[in-house]
Nanobody, 118 residues
Framework: VQLQASGGGLVQAGASLRLSCAASGRAFSTYLVGWFRQAPGKEREFVGSISRDGATTPSADSVKGRFTISRDNAKNTVYLQMSSLKAEDTAVYYC????????????WGQGTQVTVSS
């Protein structure tokens, strides 16, 4: 499975942005997909994930209520809808996928930069 994250950019605080994670390869619909982010000088942070049937895990406290994850298996794409963006949301955002029986994310996208100006 190959993943490609896109949709990042420069926005003002309070704006919304939707990131996409497009996958190639068979059986993507069976994978759990997670979103992560990493700001300069900080550890990678788990944002949230979505199961193959659309069930989402609780998002990180820092984004709870503002970020939503969804997927369209027919398009092999997972989305991260971000709203009420803050300067502290500035980071490189990555999507990753793993089989349901795996404990580690096996496949990673290249990341997309999100910059929020205050």
């Amino acid at each position: 499975v190959q993943l490609q994250a896109s949709g990042g950019g420069l926005v003002q605080a309070g704006a919304s942005l939707r990131l996409s994670c497009a996958a190639s390869g068979r059986a993507f619909s069976t994978y759990l997909v997670g979103w992560f982010r990493q700001a300069p000088g900080k550890e990678r942070e788990f944002v949230g994930s979505i199961s193959r049937d659309g069930a989402t895990t609780p998002s990180a406290d820092s984004v709870k209520g503002r970020f939503t994850i969804s997927r369209d298996n027919a398009k092999n794409t997972v989305y991260l809808q971000m709203s009420s963006l803050k300067a502290e949301d500035t980071a490189v955002y990555y999507c990753a996928a793993r089989g349901v029986a795996m404990t580690q994310y096996t496949f990673w996208g290249q990341g997309t930069q999100v910059t929020v100006s205050s």
